[in-house]
């Protein structure tokens, strides 16, 4: 600890309050900042170079960081460049998420085994007892992240093992100073600036990092950092960087009524088109930080007598995910991409009241064949159906509104991410309507 | 395992083989194959053993030179037809079995040898052999399922072990078997594996392929062979344009068409479509 006695790391820390998001860390902090929240029993995950780009991993000091790095990213392509300079974090976000940290891709549910007398003892696995302190996360990341809460944790089903992860989590965001080509964060309303829901945010200039501080849990850890306040020009200069992303962002997205377009257009041409091209292979939904559907698979050894039941990630893509009695509800790959774009963009506003993409980008870089689901939205936009072909299902104003923003939500005006992402505010049964509204509205739209 | 639990519906005749008095009896044969699918079988030899008493296995020539005529409940079939004499011993097999289940590459699609499918066999003969006279062979190499009808097939170059126990407890239990059909790329990514294609530009048929193996190749920076034959609803066609967009050459796409599920309908036609004129007999 800098300051040593707890007399003036209580001094610094009511002067630091006092004049929030202007503490100043020298470089080298970083590598202080690690270790003491590895020495606080967290687990810290970062971004790290492997298999020839930018994953989150564990990272147990600053030189696991990928400093000196960047990426060149396009539809269907990913290549990581050297940076030729020193910053820890110039560069967007990679083929990971956060997601895999509190939603991991397969997690045992319940257990179960036979006993002597042929009866059953069932068991239920404790959720993680990880603490994990998130380590670079992105102002889109954020954004998903509070997206992932809302269906996981926020509504009247509240997955167990992503509250005990999420709820024990430090979230140390980072400003993103570059941006690559496919991020749309402006559109989306979701950055690239980190405004809320993190306890430590850094920018990172050419000497060090300006530091917000964003909780009490973060004030916590910045109070025992080597640290000073940041000068205006330290102030200016990490400004004048978070300006320079924002000015590289090239990707739009309109948002203007796009729930009622995708939903007025579910039998426009363009649909064959995209399903042309796609491979239907499931690498959009796998990489996206705020796709949540799995599968459920009951697992047993051979003789039978333990029996795992087992949830993994799974895919609307995935030909069998969409089977139920009677056969494939999306029996081609037309209808699966539809399935896709409409849900996230579309019905999720009424399912959760905010749209399901946070532009990030992901789902473009890492398709293998480049599809861009913003050029989709475009060719759909540039000659919508003349008049509407099915009834819309329309949400309902009890179901999904935000109190007081009744008259905002029935004219079906989507929000973006960033302004509905703060609202937890919806009752529990409400929720439940919602969803069981936009799964009816599914079904109708769905089937051919 | 006592059945006590069981509902009654699901120990019918036809739903499995847990409701007969005597152990089901298994027998394994084999065609025209390498047998690395039967050793898969051997390497099993653990979960075997626990199923002991629940499964005989009366012919499996692999395994013992002690073998027991039919009738069997359930056979599993290793190989393609490729000669006149096995196009007939299939259908005995099939006549004999309750349940016939084709094992990997060779069994489903033909395997690696359907190449000749492509070529003259007479030439390859020749080539091959010094007195070709003595060959016998029919010009193709082909699924089991061309020949008689199959129950189930389990695809792999070779099987994965853990998918045939799962096929053995299935119809043990009376339950259709559980095979994804879904791609390769979801076990990438739920192994955290990054995309070889989009990170390193190289040549992957994961997006076309079925899933079967847990995406083994591009966790080692190769690209996926299509071992397991392709997934549910490929779009081969676009997978390879888009290459093709990025430059390569139709010619050398078609191999990897045309590799161990090369006759597999969806791989055949795109290696047809995209270089009709491609002469597989070159590679002699
Ligand atoms: S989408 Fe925005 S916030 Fe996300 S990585 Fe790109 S610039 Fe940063
Ligand atoms: S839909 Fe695409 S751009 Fe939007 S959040 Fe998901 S991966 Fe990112
Ligand atoms: S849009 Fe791209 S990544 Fe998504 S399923 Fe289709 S081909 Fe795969």
Same mark, same amino acid.
């Given at each position: 600890m800098?300051?040593?006695?707890a007399?003036?790391?209580?001094?610094s820390?009511q002067?630091?309050?006092a004049?929030?998001a202007?503490l100043w860390?020298?470089?080298s902090t970083l590598d202080?900042l690690?270790?003491?929240?590895?020495?606080?029993?967290f687990?810290?995950v970062g971004?790290?170079?492997?298999?020839g780009?930018i994953v989150?991993?564990?990272?147990?000091?600053?030189?696991d960081l990928?400093?000196?790095w960047t990426?060149d990213?396009?539809p269907?392509?990913?290549?990581?460049?050297?940076?030729?300079?020193e910053?820890?974090?110039?560069?967007?976000?990679?083929?990971?998420?956060?997601?895999?940290f509190?939603?991991p891709?397969?997690l045992?549910?319940?257990r179960a085994?036979?006993?002597?007398?042929?009866g059953?003892?069932?068991?239920r696995?404790?959720?993680?007892?990880?603490?994990?302190a998130l380590?670079?996360?992105?102002?889109?990341?954020?954004?998903?992240i509070a997206?992932?809460?809302r269906?996981?944790?926020?509504g009247?089903?509240?997955d167990?093992e992503?509250?005990?992860?999420?709820?024990?989590a430090?979230?140390?965001?980072?400003?993103?100073?570059?941006?690559?080509e496919?991020?749309?964060?402006?559109?989306?309303?979701?950055?690239?600036?980190?405004?809320?829901?993190f306890d430590l945010a850094?920018?990172?200039?050419?000497?060090g990092?300006v530091l917000e501080?964003?909780?009490e849990a973060g004030w916590?850890?910045?109070?025992r950092?080597?640290?000073?306040e940041?000068?205006?020009d330290?102030?200016?200069?990490?400004?004048?960087?978070?300006?320079?992303?924002?000015?590289?962002?090239?990707?739009?997205?309109?948002n203007?009524g796009i729930?009622?377009?995708?939903?007025?257009n579910?039998?426009?041409?363009?649909w064959?088109?995209?399903a042309?091209r796609?491979?239907?292979c499931?690498n959009?939904?796998?990489?996206c930080?705020?796709c949540?559907c799995?599968?459920?698979?009951?697992?047993?050894?051979?003789?039978?007598?333990?029996?795992e039941?087992?949830?993994?990630w799974d895919?609307?893509f995935?030909?069998?995910?969409?089977?139920?009695?009677?056969g494939?509800?999306?029996?081609s790959i037309?209808?699966?991409?539809r399935?896709?774009?409409?849900h996230?963009?579309a019905?999720?506003?009424d399912q959760f009241d905010?749209?399901?993409?946070?532009g990030?980008?992901?789902?473009?870089?890492w398709?293998p064949?480049?599809?861009?689901?913003t050029e989709e939205?475009?060719a759909i936009r540039?000659?919508?159906?003349?008049?509407?072909e099915?009834?819309?299902?329309?949400?309902?104003?009890?179901a999904?509104v935000?109190?007081?923003?009744?008259?905002a939500?029935q004219?079906?005006?989507?929000r973006?991410?960033g302004?509905?992402i703060?609202?937890r505010?919806r009752g529990?049964?409400?929720?439940?309507?919602a969803?069981?509204d936009?799964?009816?509205?599914?079904?109708g739209?769905?089937?051919e | 395992?006592n059945?006590s639990?069981?509902?009654?519906d699901?120990? *019918?005749? !036809?739903?499995?083989l847990?409701?007969?008095? %005597?152990?089901?009896?298994?027998a394994? =044969?084999?065609f /025209?194959?390498c047998?690395?699918c039967?050793l898969?079988?051997?390497?099993?030899?653990?979960?075997?053993?626990?199923?002991?008493?629940q499964?005989?296995?009366?012919h499996?020539?692999?395994?013992?030179?002690?073998f027991?005529?039919?009738p069997?409940?359930?056979?599993?079939?290793?190989g393609?037809? *490729?000669? !006149?004499a096995d196009?007939?011993?299939?259908? %005995?097999v099939?006549?004999?079995?309750? =349940?016939?289940? /084709?094992?990997?590459a060779?069994?489903?699609?033909g395997?690696?040898q359907?190449l000749k499918?492509?070529?003259?066999?007479h030439?390859?003969?020749?080539?091959?052999?010094?007195?070709p006279?003595?060959?016998?062979?029919l010009s193709?190499?082909?699924?089991?399922?061309e020949?008689?009808?199959?129950?189930?097939?389990?695809?792999?170059c070779?099987?994965?072990?853990?998918?045939l126990?799962?096929?053995?407890?299935?119809?043990?239990?009376?339950?259709?078997?559980r095979?994804?059909?879904?791609?390769?790329c979801i076990?990438?990514?739920?192994?955290?594996?990054v995309c070889?294609a989009?990170?390193?530009?190289?040549?992957?048929?994961?997006?076309?392929t079925?899933s079967?193996?847990?995406a083994?190749?591009?966790?080692?920076d190769?690209?996926?062979?299509?071992?397991?034959?392709?997934a549910?609803?490929?779009?081969?066609?676009?997978?390879t344009?888009h290459w093709?967009?990025?430059?390569r050459?139709?010619?050398s796409?078609?191999?990897?068409m045309r590799n161990?599920?090369?006759?597999?309908?969806?791989?055949?036609?795109?290696g047809?479509?995209i270089d009709?004129?491609y002469?597989?007999?070159?590679v002699?």
């Amino acid at each position: 600890m800098g300051w040593g006695e707890a007399e003036a790391m209580a001094m610094s820390r009511q002067e630091t309050l006092a004049n929030a998001a202007s503490l100043w860390l020298e470089r080298s902090t970083l590598d202080e900042l690690i270790r003491l929240l590895r020495g606080e029993g967290f687990t810290v995950v970062g971004p790290r170079l492997d298999q020839g780009a930018i994953v989150y991993g564990e990272i147990e000091r600053a030189s696991d960081l990928p400093r000196g790095w960047t990426d060149d990213q396009k539809p269907g392509k990913y290549r990581l460049e050297n940076s030729g300079g020193e910053a820890y974090f110039e560069y967007n976000v990679g083929p990971h998420s956060w997601k895999q940290f509190f939603f991991p891709p397969r997690l045992a549910v319940e257990r179960a085994k036979r006993e002597e007398n042929g009866g059953w003892t069932f068991s239920r696995p404790e959720p993680s007892d990880e603490r994990y302190a998130l380590l670079g996360v992105r102002a889109c990341e954020l954004a998903a992240i509070a997206v992932q809460d809302r269906v996981m944790m926020n509504g009247p089903y509240v997955d167990r093992e992503y509250a005990a992860r999420r709820e024990s989590a430090l979230i140390i965001a980072v400003n993103c100073t570059v941006a690559a080509e496919t991020c749309f964060c402006t559109s989306m309303g979701s950055g690239p600036r980190c405004q809320a829901d993190f306890d430590l945010a850094l920018t990172e200039t050419e000497e060090g990092f300006v530091l917000e501080v964003g909780t009490e849990a973060g004030w916590e850890i910045a109070a025992r950092l080597e640290h000073c306040e940041a000068s205006p020009d330290q102030l200016a200069s990490a400004d004048r960087l978070r300006h320079r992303a924002e000015d590289q962002i090239s990707k739009e997205m309109s948002n203007d009524g796009i729930r009622d377009l995708l939903l007025n257009n579910l039998n426009h041409p363009h649909w064959d088109k995209v399903a042309a091209r796609c491979l239907s292979c499931t690498n959009c939904t796998m990489v996206c930080p705020t796709c949540f559907c799995s599968t459920v698979n009951d697992v047993s050894e051979l003789a039978g007598d333990e029996v795992e039941r087992v949830r993994q990630w799974d895919s609307c893509f995935n030909l069998e995910f969409g089977y139920t009695a009677g056969g494939t509800v999306r029996n081609s790959i037309r209808n699966r991409y539809r399935q896709w774009l409409t849900h996230k963009l579309a019905s999720w506003h009424d399912q959760f009241d905010t749209s399901g993409c946070v532009g990030c980008g992901r789902c473009i870089t890492w398709c293998p064949v480049g599809i861009d689901l913003t050029e989709e939205v475009e060719a759909i936009r540039q000659q919508p159906a003349k008049r509407r072909e099915v009834p819309l299902p329309q949400p309902r104003p009890d179901a999904c509104v935000v109190p007081g923003e009744a008259a905002a939500d029935q004219s079906n005006r989507p929000r973006s991410v960033g302004q509905t992402i703060d609202d937890r505010q919806r009752g529990a049964s409400d929720s439940a309507e919602a969803q069981q509204d936009a799964s009816i509205a599914d079904g109708g739209t769905d089937r051919e | 395992m006592n059945d006590s639990n069981k509902h009654p519906d699901q120990a *019918t005749e !036809a739903a499995g083989l847990k409701s007969r008095p %005597q152990a089901p009896r298994l027998a394994v =044969f084999k065609f /025209a194959s390498c047998d690395g699918c039967q050793l898969q079988i051997l390497s099993c030899e653990d979960e075997l053993l626990t199923i002991a008493d629940q499964v005989q296995i009366v012919h499996f020539l692999e395994a013992s030179s002690h073998f027991e005529e039919g009738p069997y409940d359930v056979a599993l079939v290793e190989g393609s037809i *490729t000669t !006149a004499a096995d196009r007939d011993r299939i259908r %005995q097999v099939r006549q004999q079995s309750r =349940f016939l289940i /084709a094992i990997g590459a060779c069994a489903t699609s033909g395997g690696i040898q359907a190449l000749k499918n492509w070529g003259d066999h007479h030439e390859f003969s020749r080539c091959v052999y010094a007195e070709p006279a003595y060959i016998r062979t029919l010009s193709t190499s082909t699924a089991i399922s061309e020949h008689v009808t199959v129950d189930f097939e389990l695809r792999g170059c070779p099987i994965n072990r853990l998918q045939l126990v799962e096929v053995i407890q299935a119809l043990l239990r009376g339950q259709s078997p559980r095979t994804p059909r879904h791609s390769v790329c979801i076990d990438c990514k739920r192994r955290g594996t990054v995309c070889v294609a989009v990170a390193q530009d190289k040549v992957c048929l994961g997006p076309v392929t079925q899933s079967g193996c847990g995406a083994i190749c591009p966790s080692f920076d190769r690209g996926c062979y299509g071992c397991f034959g392709p997934a549910g609803q490929p779009n081969c066609e676009s997978l390879t344009e888009h290459w093709i967009g990025c430059g390569r050459s139709p010619v050398s796409l078609v191999p990897l068409m045309r590799n161990f599920n090369a006759d597999a309908p969806a791989f055949r036609e795109e290696g047809d479509r995209i270089d009709p004129d491609y002469d597989q007999g070159h590679v002699l």
